[in-house]
């Protein structure tokens, strides 16, 4: 499904949340690709337009140490997490994710312990579309009815937005919380 002659599917395993108890935004992404796998960070391929993205909208440094740029999403009260705990795939696009295989992270246990969220951002429409068929059906109630919004994925592989483009929206969501 959407793999490349010779590339081998493996198992993903995903990262606990970055968040403090008094978040208020809840960015989602699909899985963690290889770079961050390997580095065992969040968006940590170079290319990833992430860090410099909310970075340009929070005003902090993108070429800070991670644990600084991190410091400064829980700070503005924005938590980060991805909608699959685990899942096949061969490489680190969203399309070469095997479905049957993808095992979505436990949200009824992360809202009881971060009940401010107030709104789930989505990192581009696969991780939208993911948490709608897999996540929002099993929610309890209190839960089902958060505010959504999807936003344009920051992945080097969305390349049909500019990056400004992309950062004019994440603002528009950002200032929203």
Same mark, same amino acid.
């Given at each position: ?18 968040? /403090?108890? *008094? ?12 770079? &961050? ?10 290319? =990833? ?7 340009? +909208?929070?005003?902090? *440094?993108? *070429?800070? !140490? ?10 503005? /009260?924005?938590?980060?997490? *991805?909608? +699959? ?19 979505? =992270? ?34 309890? !109630? ?10 344009? &994925?920051? &992945? ?22």
């Amino acid at each position: 499904m959407g793999q490349k002659a010779g590339s081998q599917v493996a198992l993903s395993t995903g990262f606990a949340p970055l968040a /403090r108890a *008094d978040a208020r935004l809840l960015i989602l992404g699909t899985l963690p690709g290889r770079a &961050s796998l390997v580095a065992q960070r969040y968006y940590a391929h170079p290319h =990833n337009a992430f860090w410099p993205i909310l970075a340009a +909208c929070l005003g902090f *440094d993108a *070429d800070a !140490p991670y644990a600084a740029r991190v410091a400064a999403l829980l700070a503005a /009260r924005i938590a980060v997490w *991805d909608v +699959c705990d685990a899942a096949e795939r061969a490489g680190s696009l969203d399309s070469a994710l095997v479905r049957p295989s993808i095992r979505p =992270n436990d949200f009824s246990a992360f809202f009881a312990d971060y009940g401010g969220i107030a709104r789930v951002a989505f990192n581009g429409a696969t991780a939208g579309a993911l948490y709608r068929s897999l996540v929002a059906p099993k929610l309890p !109630p209190e839960w089902a009815g958060l505010a959504q919004i999807r936003l344009p &994925s920051t &992945s080097p592989a969305h390349a049909r937005m500019t990056r400004a483009e992309k950062q004019r929206l994440w603002a528009a969501a950002l200032a929203a919380i």
